[in-house]
């Protein structure tokens, strides 16, 4: 079993940066792939960023690349999501999920195991 727990989200104007945190614990060791996705108003859930823990492998939706930056710290068994030169339309809540699998198609969904309760990103304009 596997827990996650996001942290991190806020209010910010349009330009300016947040940091999200995703936890994990419990058997957190056994995670091989970490990934962020988004849901806003009236939208699907849509793929943000993933990252393996071996390699550190990374991929990015054409929404966030050159903004966003995916990164793990092993010794809190945390991912991270900076987000840079925020827009109104990144305006969502957030999610982490993580696999014990490398993924190989890493916007899926349905290719996660665990799951985070989310947190609320809210950009103005």
């Known amino acids: 079993q596997v827990q996650l727990v996001e942290s991190g989200g806020g209010l910010v104007q349009a330009g300016g940066s947040l940091r999200l945190s995703c936890a994990a614990s419990?058997?957190?060791?056994?995670?091989?792939?970490s990934a962020w996705f988004r849901q806003g108003p009236g939208k699907e859930r849509e793929f943000v960023a993933a990252i393996t823990s071996s390699d550190r492998t990374t991929s990015y939706a054409n929404a966030v690349k050159g903004r966003f930056a995916i990164s793990i710290i092993d010794a809190n068994n945390t991912v991270y999501l900076q987000m840079n030169s925020l827009k109104p339309e990144d305006t969502a809540v957030y999610y982490c999920a993580a696999s014990p699998n490398r993924l190989v198609f890493t916007s899926i969904p349905t290719a996660y195991n665990y799951w985070g309760q989310g947190t609320q990103v809210t950009v103005s304009s």
């Open positions: 419990g058997r957190a060791f056994t995670i091989q792939s």
